[in-house]
DNA sequence: AGAAAAGGTTAACACTGTTAAGTTACGTTT
DNA sequence: AAACGTAACTTAACAGTGTTAACCTTTTCT
C-alpha cells in the first residue's frame, strides 16, 4: 500500500478511536511508522488530509443514500428510509460524520470552493429524490431543492443533538428518532384531507 | 473591574471577532494586560474559561426565548415566534452559538454534569410551553418534553446549516429560514381535518 | 505588627503544526 | 556503466499551544 493510503487509513483509525481532538500530524506519523514531515509530501497541510478524508466520508454517505433508494416505495416512505438510512449512517460512524460538518469554509481559505461543493451534492440527491417522485400524496415539493436542505437540515439537527450528547437521559434515543423522523414527514406533508 | 470579568469580556470579544480557533490563552490575557498564568487563578482551565462563557450565552438565549413567549398566542403562533427568536439568536450571536453546542461533555470528563445539565434545561422552557398551551389547535404532544427536543433538534439543524456555510448558495437564506419554520410547525400538527 | 491568603509573575515542560535543509534511493537518459 | 534528476524520507528548528511549579508582592485579618 503506498504511504498516501497507509497514512488516510491510519487517521481514520485513530479518528475513530480516539476521536478529532486527539489527533495530530506526529500521531498520525508515528503509527505509521514515519516522521510527521513525510505527510507533508502527500498532503499540503493538516486540513488538507482532513479534507481528503472527509470526501471519502462524503462519498460512503452518499452511496449509503442511494442503496436506500427503491423507486417502488410512496415518497413518504422513500422519506422515511432515507432519514433511517441518514441517522444510521451518522450514529455508526460518528466520528466521520463529525469531520464532515466540523471543518469550515472561511476557516481554510486556501481551499478550493468546489470540494466544499462536493461536501454539499450529497443532499442534491435528497432533492432529487423528492423532484423524480410523483407527487400523488399530497406532499408540498413547491421547490425541491430547498425541500432537500430543509429535510437535511432538520436531520442533522437529531444526529446532533445525539453526537453532541445533549439529549436528556430520560428520553430513550430510540423513541426520540422515532418520532423526530414523524415530525420531519409530518412537515412535507399538506394539510388538505387525504383521498 | 475585576480580573475575572475582565477575562471573560476579553475572551468574547476575541471569540467573536477572530473567531473560535485564534482563541489562546496567551492571548486573552495579553489583551487583558496579564500573564496568561493568571487566568489560571480564576479559571480551573481553557475548558473551564469557556464553559463559564457558555453559561452566559445559554442564559441569554434563555432570556429571549422566555421574552418572546405571551400567553396571547396560540400555540402554533407561540411556536413560530420561537423558533424565530431562537433562530435570530444564533445568527446575531454565531460564535456563543457556536460554543454552546462545541463543547462536549465527553471532551471535558473533569466537569461536573449539572453544568451540562443546565446547558440542556432552556429546552426545558419549550417543554414547559408545549405542555402549559392549550391543545385546542390539533397538537401532537404526546410527550411534550419529547417534542420539545424534536423541536429543538430540528431548529439546531436548521442554524447549524447556515452557520457552517453549508446551505446552497442558490438558495436564500431567508427563504430557507422560512420554509424550514413551517415545515418544523406542521410536524406537530396533527393530520386531521381542522374543524 | 505578624500571619495568612490572594493576586500576580517568570521559567519551564511537553506538546502542537509547519518549514528549510539535508540525505538516501531509484529510475532515466546519455 | 556513469551521470543526472527526482521522489521519498529524515533531522533540526521555529513559533506557537495549554499547563504547572516556584517565587514574589500586595492586601486582609487577627
Known amino acids: 500500500m503506498s504511504l498516501r493510503n497507509e497514512i488516510l487509513q491510519v487517521t481514520k483509525e485513530l479518528l475513530i478511536k480516539e476521536g478529532f481532538s486527539k489527533i495530530s500530524m506526529r500521531r498520525i506519523a508515528s503509527r505509521a511508522n514515519v516522521t510527521a514531515t513525510s505527510i507533508y509530501l502527500h ?4 486540513d488538507d488530509l482532513l479534507l481528503t478524508l472527509i470526501e471519502e466520508s462524503i462519498k460512503t454517505l ?4 442511494q442503496d436506500s433508494v427503491n423507486s417502488e416505495y410512496g415518497l413518504t416512505d422513500q422519506l422515511r428510509i432515507l432519514a433511517e438510512t441518514y441517522i444510521n449512517y451518522a450514529l455508526n ?3 466521520e460524520y463529525e469531520i464532515i460538518y466540523m471543518v469550515r ?4 481559505p486556501k481551499y478550493p470552493k468546489d470540494k466544499f461543493r462536493d461536501v454539499r451534492s450529497a443532499y442534491e440527491l435528497i432533492a432529487d429524490i423528492i423532484r423524480e417522485s410523483d407527487h400523488h400524496e399530497y406532499i408540498e ?4 431543492l430547498i425541500s432537500a436542505y430543509t429535510f437535511w437540515a432538520q436531520l442533522h439537527g437529531v444526529v446532533s443533538v445525539i453526537l453532541n450528547r445533549r439529549l436528556d437521559t430520560r428520553i430513550p434515543q430510540s423513541t426520540f428518532i422515532d418520532q423526530s423522523i414523524e415530525h420531519i414527514i409530518r412537515g412535507f406533508i399538506n394539510q388538505k384531507t387525504p383521498a
Do not use: C, R, W
Open 43 to 46: 498532503f499540503k497541510n493538516k
Open 62 to 65: 452518499k452511496q449509503a443514500l
Open 93 to 95: 460512524h460518528p466520528q
Open 105 to 108: 469554509p472561511e476557516e481554510m
Open 141 to 144: 415539493v413547491e421547490d425541491s
